[in-house]
């Protein structure tokens, strides 16, 4: 019984000492990393780790690799091309060396590795995959590259998550276009604003005709871009009335898409200005007055004081009834206080272009309380560089 027992052990013995045998043995040389905070010696021992994982390979580790290092100091730095990593492996006297490169590309990791058949000279495997930056799974990137080299199977949704997406609203050879100029146009007052703008100097208005010219300067910045999609942030300064001896300021900050090659645009965004206003009322009924006539509170209340104090120059007892806080509401008036106006400005139209010459032409509404303007404005600005999206700021 002792004797087949010992039998025993021995052929197991025997059989693990041979599969043993038939695993290559293989060094891992220190890869190229560019861009990378890792290493070359970190690298490879990510190549090393996920060698032995695989259990295909007898592995040198860094230890067994210092001897060759210390022979020749090129074996540990520039030993990248495959003359080297044979002369290398012959050094070493294993079966396979591996090495390759992790590099940052823009904004993917891209692994390469190749096995060198040292015994005959040859490129035994070669791998190589794109990988989205993510620095910190430098690992599980390279155990997917070594699976996939000899067919075993990875799970997708370690590949999903780390895959690099080519999506062409971030590809990094899609640019960013200056498109900054000058604007001309014109504009039509409409509701309260036509009021204000028709209304006599008298009673605090324009005295103007309600269509009024406009020149400006856009600033335009593109912040997302393919061939057939670009999203902007826009601001528009602008001067309006000078032809009617008016000057009105005005910002807009708009957020702008345009389709296309034909460069259809669609833009909205908040605009501010300056206004003079004051409260009062429009004498709808005509009973202080012609008809429709806009009454501040200090001037209203000035005329009821004469009222009361010369009722000899008014029959209409009702003229001097009182009228309440509540009637009163704010206004344009050019002899009220200055304050902060603001309004929503929408905007359609498409640039036409003329070799690096663009002709922005827009139809826009400005919307504000009861009112606003609707105008067309021309521009022309010259494309004068492009930048890569993803390019660092200076």
């Known amino acids: 019984m002792k004797k087949l027992t010992l039998t025993f052990a021995l052929f197991i013995a025997c059989s693990l000492a041979t599969v043993a045998q038939t695993k290559p043995a293989t060094a891992v040389a220190n890869p190229n990393v560019t861009g990378l905070f890792a290493t070359p010696e970190i690298a490879a021992k990510l190549i090393r780790l996920e060698l032995i994982k695989i259990d295909k390979y007898i592995v040198y580790d860094e230890f067994d690799m210092n001897a060759a290092y210390e022979k020749n100091a090129a074996f540990a730095k520039n030993c990248l091309n495959k003359a080297c990593l044979q002369e290398l492996g012959q050094e070493l006297n294993v079966d396979y060396v591996v090495s390759g490169s992790f590099d940052l590309l823009g904004n993917k990791i891209v692994i390469t590795l190749k096995f060198i058949d040292v015994k005959n000279n040859t490129i035994y495997k070669t791998g190589v995959r794109e990988f989205d930056n993510q620095e910190v799974e430098l690992q599980r990137m390279t155990e997917i590259v070594l699976k996939e080299m000899h067919n075993i199977e990875v799970p997708k949704e370690l590949v999903d998550a780390l895959q690099f997406n080519n999506e062409v609203i971030t590809s990094n050879n899609v640019g960013k276009i200056s498109n900054s100029g000058p604007r001309v146009g014109v504009a039509f007052m409409t509701g309260s604003a036509e009021e204000f703008a028709t209304r006599g100097t008298e009673r605090g208005g324009l005295d103007i005709v309600p269509v009024v010219s406009m020149i400006g300067y856009q600033i335009e910045k593109q912040y997302v871009g393919t061939d057939k999609f670009s999203a902007l942030v826009e601001g528009i300064f602008n001067l309006s009335g000078l032809e009617q001896q008016l000057f009105i300021p005005t910002i807009t900050i708009m957020n702008g898409f345009r389709f296309g090659k034909n460069g259809y645009e669609f833009a909205f ?44 120059n008014f029959t209409t007892g009702s003229y001097v009834s009182p009228k309440s806080n509540d009637d009163f509401k ?11 106006s603001t309004n929503f400005l929408l905007a359609a139209g498409r640039t036409f272009k003329a070799g690096a010459l663009n002709i922005p032409v827009n139809i826009f509404y400005s919307s504000r309380r009861k009112g606003g303007m609707v105008g067309l404005s021309v521009g022309f600005n010259i494309t004068k560089s492009k930048t890569a999206i993803n390019a660092p700021e200076n």
């Open 330 to 340: 704010e206004h344009g008036d050019t002899r009220g206080g200055l304050g902060i």
């Open 269 to 312: 965004g908040p605009g501010f200005g300056l206004k003079k206003t004051s409260d009062g009322f429009f004498d709808t009924d005509g009973a202080y007055g012609d008809p429709g006539d806009y009454w501040s509170k200090r001037d209203f209340d000035n005329e009821m004081n004469d009222a009361i104090n010369h009722p000899e």
